[in-house]
């Protein structure tokens, strides 16, 4: 079986054809298609999957719980946090080898990028608009 992460792939580029279909046989094929796909993902997993497990990160800061957040949910999973709980500490309950190589590599990549931005902007603010070199 292929994995869930295939699947919402093919899944999305079927769809892409179904919304640029010429003809109408083309759009019912993609929207055959679409259903078979999504029976697929509705499937019940197979047993030798390995079992959910609550993985709890703390994040540095607000924008990197925001992003965290939104990657997750890209991916459908839920996360949340237990009452008491620091506002950048999150939790989910996943599959921890198909969460760490999917979404948490994704989550990495795009926090380097976010910071680079937000580094970049801070010093052209800090030399071009307020004429400093931010020097201490």
Known sequence: MSSQSDI???????EALFARAGTAGEAAAAA??????KAQVGKKPERNEEPLVELQYSLPDAWAVRLFFAVCRKHGITPYRSSRQRYTTVVVK????????????EFQLLHREMMGYFNETAEHLIRNVMKSDGNE
């Open 8 to 14: 919402y792939e093919r899944l999305k580029k079927v």
């Open 32 to 37: 055959a298609a679409i259903e078979r796909l």
């Open 94 to 105: 996943v599959q921890s080898s198909q969460f760490l190589t999917v979404v948490f590599a």
